[in-house]
């Protein structure tokens, strides 16, 4: 796979005004290389996961005034739909692109996520590096990185994933716009494929 990798134009989509222009942008700009890499990675982790997963690059269709402030492509066990599933995710922010696994408010196995985070918490805490990040909203930027995850902070996580209807988690790594492994793709695609690597175990608990 020839992959060019992501250029600061890519993330400067996210800072033109208007929902149209900027979907024009993103659609021409963005949108080719996330479809590219949900096909050639949707092997790599079908194979890491034991499972087929399949591509869903994210459309924004619903949106009729306010432009999208990120974008990505996510991989789940479903040629419909994702977002009812534990998934796996790739996008960008203006400011940073992310490699995430997450369970979000629309899963239904939330519980069951929860109670296998518990369970295996210490395994966990030490498989995921102080690098990473740990996230209660996929909507914000704003993330816990991993070496402020102490045992209080998980385990306040896990209950408001049992507890709260709206709860979410994600894990993965930041990338930050200027990092020049971003620029080079045949680099950039084995950080991704290190990235879902180190977070298939937390796939394999939530379903």
Known sequence: MDFRGFSAEDFD???IPGLE???EALIARVRPKLTELGDHLSSYLSAACGAELFPHVARHARRTVNPPDDTWVAWASSKKGYKSLPHFQLGLWNTHLFIQFGVIYECPHKVHYANQLHKQKKQIRSLIPDSYYW????TKPEVIPGSEMDEERFAQLIHRLKTVKKAEALCGLRVER???ILTDGKAFIELAEQTF???VPLYHLSV
């Not at 996230?135 to 996929?138: G, L, W």
């Open 21 to 23: 222009p900027r979907m």
């Open 135 to 138: 996230s209660m909203d996929h």
């Open 178 to 180: 200027d990092d020049p």
């Open 13 to 15: 989509v996210f800072t």
């Open 197 to 199: 690597t180190r977070l």
